[in-house]
Structure formats: C-alpha cells, structure tokens
C-alpha cells in the first residue's frame, strides 16, 4: 500500500495516502486504503479502484489483483498529465478477498461520499482470453446509461473483441447472495453507479500459480484503455445518480436490458402455461378398457434415470483409477464430458433394456403433469431468489408446457431440447472450469467422503434431469413414432459404436497428462505441535495421489509409491519452541454483583512470536452457556467470534503482531469449567523437510497449541489444570 501511495506522488497525486482500517467482522487485523487524488474542476468524484491484497501468503495475486492495480495506476500516470473537471481517486482496497473489507468501510467512512458519482472498478486483468463486464450486485445493478456505455466504447471505440456478460454465472451468484464480484458491489449497494471488469476467470487465480509466467499483459492495455474511456466520457457529468434493476442478456455486441417487472411476468405466464398444459394432457387421455395399468412408472423413471447419471459421473472415476489420478480432467475437461456423455449412453442402453422387463406407463398425462409441476415448483421456489434465477426456470417450464401440448412431433422435440438448454445452461455456466479446477483441490482421503462426493453430483443431476426426463416420456408415449431411434438403439448390433467411440476417448485421454504449467495438483503439509511435547505430528495431504513425492527427512529420503493422498508421522524433534510463547494469570475471582451462584473471573493472556504468525486463535468452550468480555470482542456484538453460547472465539488473521496481549473477563457459576486452546499459525515448517513433485505446489504451515481448562471453586479460588 506504501509503495502505491509512493507511485500517486510521483505521477502526480498533490493527496496520497494509506488509510488505515481495523478488520472487526471474524477476524483481528489491520488493513487499509492506498489512496491517490487528482483535484478536478468541481467536487464531482469519479473513483477507479483494484484491490491490493491476494488470496493468501502463498498467493501471488499476478493477474487477482495485481493486474488491477497496475491499471489503477497507470490510469493515474495518464490522468495526471490532462485536465479534467471531476476530481479522481484512485483507490487499491485492501481486504477484498476477505469479503469486499476495504471498499466497506470506504463507503461507512468517507465523508464525501455523496459527491461520489462513479465507482470503476479493474479486478484482473489478463489478456488471454474474453473480458468479463460485472454491473450486479444481488438484485442491484449498474444504471443502463453506464453499461450501454461500456459496451459503446469497447466495441464501436476501441473496436476491441471480447467484452462478455455471463448471464448464467451472474444470476447464480446473485441467487447465492452476491458469493463473488468485487468491491464494486459496496458502491451499489449506497446506490451509487459502479461497475467492474474482471478477465476470464479461467485463470489459476487464488493458487500460487497466479503469477507472471501464467499471465497476459496485453489485458493491461484493454481495460485499462475502456476505464479511461469512460472516465472520459463521464468526466463533465452523469445522466442520473441511480442504480438499474434488470437483467443484461447479451446479443452478439449488443446489451439488452430485462426490467424486473418483465421477468415477474415471465414467472406468473410460465405458471399458468403449465397449468394449462396438465389440463391439456388430462382432456386428452386415452383410457382403454381391459388393459391393466402399469404403476409405479414415476419410481422407476427416477431409477432409471439415477443409473444412467451414476455411469455419467462415475466414468471419470473409473478412469482415474485405471489412470491413477484422482482428478484426471483438470486440463482436459472437454474430453471428459464426452466421455460423460458416451458413458451417459451406455447406461440409457441398459436401462432400455431393463425396460423389457420393468415396462414405463403407455399414458402421456402422468409423465406430463410430474414434468411440468417439477418445473412449476423449481419456478416458484427460485422466486424467493429474486426474479432472475426463477425466469431461467419459468422459460424452461413454457417450453416444456408448449412441447408437450403442440401436436407437431418435430416441434415438441425441438421445444423440449431448447427447454432442456436452458437449464444446462444453469449447470454448465460460464465459470464451470473455474470450479471444476477448483474442487479439484478437496483434500478428502477417506473412503466414505469420496463417496459422498461423487453421490453429491449423482444426485444433484438426477434432480435436476427428472423433469426433462419424464418430458421425454410423455413427448415419446404421445408421438407414437419410436424418437430418436430408442428401440434400435436398445439391440446390441446397433450400439457398439458408443463404446467403441468411449474406447476412442480413453485411449486418447491416456496419453494426456491431467496437468500442466497452468494447473498444478495440490499438497498441504501441516505440522502440529502442542507445547511441552516431545515431538510434533506433520500431515501430508494432498489432492492427488502422493505417488512420485519425493520427500528427505533427516538427511533420509523417503519415498511414496502406494495409492493414498495421506501420510501421517512424527518426528522426534520439533525445533518449535523458540518460535513461540504463552504467558497467561488470573486475578482472584469475585463474586457477581446480585448473583449468589456467579463468579467474575479475569483473565490475561499475551502471546509473543519471535516470527510473525500467520494466524491466531483463541477458543473458549463449556458444556453450558457462559459469558466472556474482552476489548479484542469487537465491542461485545453479536458478530465478536462467537460461534454459539458455548463458543467464543478471538482471532486475528493475516500476519498480526508479534505480541499480542488480551484482556477477558469471565462470568462463570460453580460448576462451569471452561477448556482454553490457543493456536498459533505460521506459513512455513519449522521441521527441516524438503518435498518435490513434479506439476505440485506446497502449503507449509505449522501450528503451535496450548490448552487449558479452569474454573471457580465456592471459596473464590481459580481452578487451573496445568498445558494439555
């Protein structure tokens, strides 16, 4: 933050400063705002801003988000040469990646906040790909004039090729409570026009491989170039102080704007179309007498359908055992949603031939009406979202509604494939690589969590596909024509070229390698240590197999060559205890004021490192309810660490103080004991241990403990049991 503030100066900030920030939600850690300041004309304030931490120590925020704020300052550079009539801060926030920290307190702290008429924000800026335009913010969204504009000056302007708006992304993460975006979203939420330009997130952004050797900076000059354009063409003033509330649907080049009150009436149309449909498939049932109604269709299509996702999903599994990698899609997941899919049609393949003897109802209406009242719930429930997730399921629903009352076979089947899009959309997004990559990285070993990972996707995908399934059936019974050739495909003849063609893939697959220079497997190495032990317990875990780490412990290398993703030891020494140190005493416990049974017991506890920690924590717990003060409580809220009535947690985050001295005061009965454990978090080993992998990066961290637990005796005397 220093050194952004040293560079305003010396392009010309006349006002350049730090401005400092105690983080107090969850955390104990100091931050700040590297601020520069171009006085304009007028009062008018135009801010561009990029956040100036990373995800972690580890991480060195190349492209999230030092491209930002390489940007924000270069923008200075420019500006600082030309006049101009608003004035111009230019703001790097810090604590963004702990949930927009600096930007909020920006907004709650800065007295000129009114007279802000414009919130750029620049968060990564890589080149290698499209350049995403974010103006949300949950139900919020920047006013249309702003966005047109961004879109005017990309295009038409600087005749550039990229800018995108991921309408699926974005109205999930708006269902999800705005789970990602940038500290735009803070500047939306006071009602103030903001919005942010984030590159493909296709990146290995929050991993230590977010450096220069996997970045593109060729997206400096793009988004730099478009922020300065719009400050440009906002300089002398805004059409209107406002934020929108629609949804952007992009058309090639071109944005087009959904007002709320039109996706509502979307919603409201969708219900009523699959009411009118069932009462459609009612009126036209066929009832033949004699023949003996098949029950349990609706049962056995969610069987049917559940084995047919268990072969999509469990193909990528099988694969990696034979492979002997966990994850062996990362750099190659096109391939294996063809696998996926040809998988997928070996299950339909035995599930058509379970049908011989397990067979579906011949009547349209039953498949029909689950189809649509899926849909219609799926409709009504996303509403309590907000409009814009329910519109994806209520266009889904008035096709389905459409196909299956039209008697044109060929348009029921088009307007069920199209129905059918619409949520795929939803589940395969436009950031789906991203999180794909990412859950890559879990560190589970056991048995049964692997397994509740694959039966998570399994099951989730059954849900999502029933309704077009069961749409399927009612459109197949209601044709009277054999859709998409299903009989032929149920004899053996003519199915050998699916698994001929799976063959294909997974031979071709074989020869990849499931990582590369941009997406590495992850290791974490923790060592633990509690004080006064004789040794420690180092834990090796990792998202891949540990087959070929090579690791030297006391000048012995140890080599890996089973099929685990854990290893566990204990070396003999720790080499710890000069890292840290706890000092804690009571004072005489007193009794509460108007409470016979109550004691009021204070407590202090300071903690020295002669290295900067990375994290610390102290937890107190009892069995019972008690109560705890402490000036670190962030003034005794509701929101101070405490994790339930039995919990209290103080914690500071992010490289504290080597010294940290805390005060608390208890308020306990006779009986309560409460357990102390306090944790010290560095971001290295303290045990000398040398790991190499290749395509592996490491997460060091070692962790130093204490544990107590005390209480008040009827005669005032603090029970204390020696370290745990």
């Not at 100036?52 to 991480?59: A, E, Q, R, T, Y």
């Not at 930007?103 to 007295?111: A, G, P, R």
């Not at 069932?278 to 609706?298: A, D, K, N, P, Y």
């Not at 009352?405 to 129905?419: D, I, N, Q």
Request: hydrophobic share 45%.
């Amino acid at each position: 933050m220093q050194f952004a503030v040293d560079k305003f100066r010396e392009f010309g900030c006349l006002e350049a400063y730090v401005m400092p920030f105690t983080v107090a939600e969850g955390v104990n850690t100091k931050s700040g705002i590297a601020i520069g300041v171009l006085r304009g004309r007028t009062d008018r304030i135009i801010i561009v801003g990029g956040h100036i931490d990373s995800s972690g120590p580890d991480v060195p925020g190349a492209n999230d988000d030092g491209s930002g704020v390489a940007c924000v300052l270069e923008l200075a550079r420019v500006f600082a040469k030309r006049p101009h009539e608003s004035t111009i801060m230019f703001c790097c926030w810090g604590g963004e990646e702990r949930g927009e920290l600096g930007s909020k307190y920006f907004v709650e702290q800065f007295s000129k906040l009114d007279s802000v008429m414009l919130m750029l924000q620049i968060d990564m800026a890589d080149g290698a790909s499209v350049l995403e335009i974010d103006p949300d913010y949950q139900d919020l969204s920047a006013p249309r004039w702003l966005t047109e504009a961004a879109f005017d000056i990309f295009y038409n302007e600087l005749h550039s090729q990229g800018l995108v708006y991921p309408v699926a992304s974005a109205t999930l993460n708006a269902a999800s409570g705005g789970a990602t975006g940038s500290d735009h979203n803070q500047f939306l939420k006071k009602g103030i026009p903001a919005v942010d330009f984030t590159s493909d997130v296709d990146y290995p952004i929050h991993t230590p491989l977010d450096n220069l050797a996997n970045f593109t900076p060729s997206g400096l000059k793009r988004s730099g170039d478009l922020v300065l354009k719009l400050v440009e063409r906002f300089d002398g003033g805004i059409p209107a102080r406002t934020v929108g509330h629609y949804m952007l649907v992009q058309f090639g080049t071109t944005p087009i704007f959904l007002p709320h009150w039109f996706l509502w009436s979307v919603i409201v149309v969708a219900i009523l179309f699959s009411v009118t449909a069932i009462v459609v498939l009612w009126r036209r049932r066929v009832r033949v007498e004699g023949v003996v109604r098949v029950r349990w269709s609706g049962i056995k299509v969610i069987l049917l359908t559940l084995i047919v996702q268990s072969f999509i999903w469990l193909s990528e599994s099988l694969f990696g055992f034979i492979d002997g990698n966990r994850f062996p899609w990362v750099s190659h997941f096109p391939a294996f949603v063809l696998l996926g899919i040809l998988s997928g049609l070996l299950g339909l393949w035995l599930t058509l031939r379970m049908l011989g003897r397990f067979p579906l109802s011949s009547e349209a209406y039953g498949f029909g009406g689950r189809a649509l009242t899926i849909l219609a719930i799926l409709t009504l429930l996303s509403a309590f979202t907000g409009p814009k997730l329910a519109a994806f399921f209520a266009l889904a629903t008035i096709l389905m509604s459409l196909a299956l009352m039209l008697r044109s076979g060929v348009l029921r089947v088009a307007l069920w494939v199209l129905s059918c899009l619409v949520l795929l959309r939803l589940v395969f997004f436009e950031e789906m690589g991203l999180i794909q990559r990412l859950l890559a990285e879990n560190l589970i070993h056991s048995f049964g969590g692997v397994m509740a990972y694959e039966a998570v996707f399994i099951v989730f995908c059954t849900l999502i596909s029933l309704p077009f399934v069961f749409g399927f059936a009612a459109i197949y019974r209601a044709s009277g024509i054999d859709l998409f050739w299903l009989k032929k495909l149920r004899a053996r003849r003519h199915f050998l070229a699916v698994p001929v063609a799976a063959l294909g893939v997974m031979v071709y697959l074989f020869m990849q390698r499931p990582y590369d220079r941009k997406w590495h497997s992850r290791i974490q190495v923790e060592q633990k240590y509690a004080m006064g032990a004789d040794s420690s317990t180092i834990t090796i875990r990792g998202s891949e197999y540990l087959n070929g780490l090579k690791m030297v412990a006391d000048s012995q290398e140890v080599p890996f060559c089973r099929q685990t993703n854990f290893f566990e030891f204990h070396p003999s020494h720790s080499s710890v205890v000069p890292w840290c140190s706890v000092d804690a005493h009571f004072w005489p416990a007193k009794k509460a004021r108007d409470q016979d049974s109550m004691w009021s017991m204070d407590r202090r506890v300071t903690i020295h490192s002669q290295i900067r920690p990375y994290r610390v924590s102290v937890r107190y717990s009892c069995a019972s309810p008690f109560e705890v003060s402490s000036p670190w409580a962030y003034r005794d809220s509701e929101r101070s660490g405490k994790a339930s009535d039995n919990v209290r947690i103080f914690s500071w985050y992010s490289f504290p103080d080597t010294l940290i001295d805390i005060p608390i005061t208890f308020a306990l009965g006779d009986s309560q004991r409460v357990s102390e454990k306090i944790e010290v978090t560095f971001d290295t080993l303290a045990y000398p241990l040398h790991l190499n992998k290749d395509l592996t990066y490491f997460e060091l961290s070692t962790v130093v403990s204490e544990a107590h637990e005390f209480g008040v005796r009827n005669d005032s005397t603090n029970i204390v049991s020696p370290p745990q």
